[in-house]
């Protein structure tokens, strides 16, 4: 389950499919824009946590402008969105920014550790 603590950007469906639906790990998947202000503070917050937590769940990214298909079929209408997959099924969503602590409390109830 490890990966590098890197975030992962995904360019397109077929992405999509393979690095969150045909994971086996916990996968936080941030459905963002470049022009979005808050979704630019949440950044380096979602990059400290694949570092901090990168044993235990992969960070994605995907542009809502670049893959729009995607934030329609998972009703993406405000950004920042987290949503949580587990084995390709989603298990958790977040509307809005979080700062580092809620994020981190987020994360680590998911996985399960205090």
């Known amino acids: 389950m490890s990966s590098s603590g890197e975030v992962i950007v995904i360019h397109s ?8 639906l045909q994971s086996s790990s916990l996968v936080i998947v941030d459905f963002y824009a470049e022009w979005c202000g808050p979704c630019r503070q949440f950044s380096p917050v979602l990059r400290k946590a694949g570092k901090m937590f990168k044993d235990d769940v992969v960070i994605v990214k995907v542009d809502i402008d670049e893959v729009s298909t995607l934030a329609d079929t998972y009703s993406v209408r ?16 977040k509307e809005g920014a979080m700062p580092e602590q809620a994020l981190t409390a987020f994360i680590q109830t998911r996985i ?3």
Not at 13 to 20: Q, S
Not at 78 to 93: C, H, K, L, Y
């Open 13 to 20: 469906e077929e992405e999509f499919k393979t690095k969150v």
């Open 78 to 93: 405000s950004i920042p969105t987290v949503i949580v997959f587990q084995d390709g099924q989603i298990v958790e969503r």
């Open 112 to 114: 399960g550790k205090k």
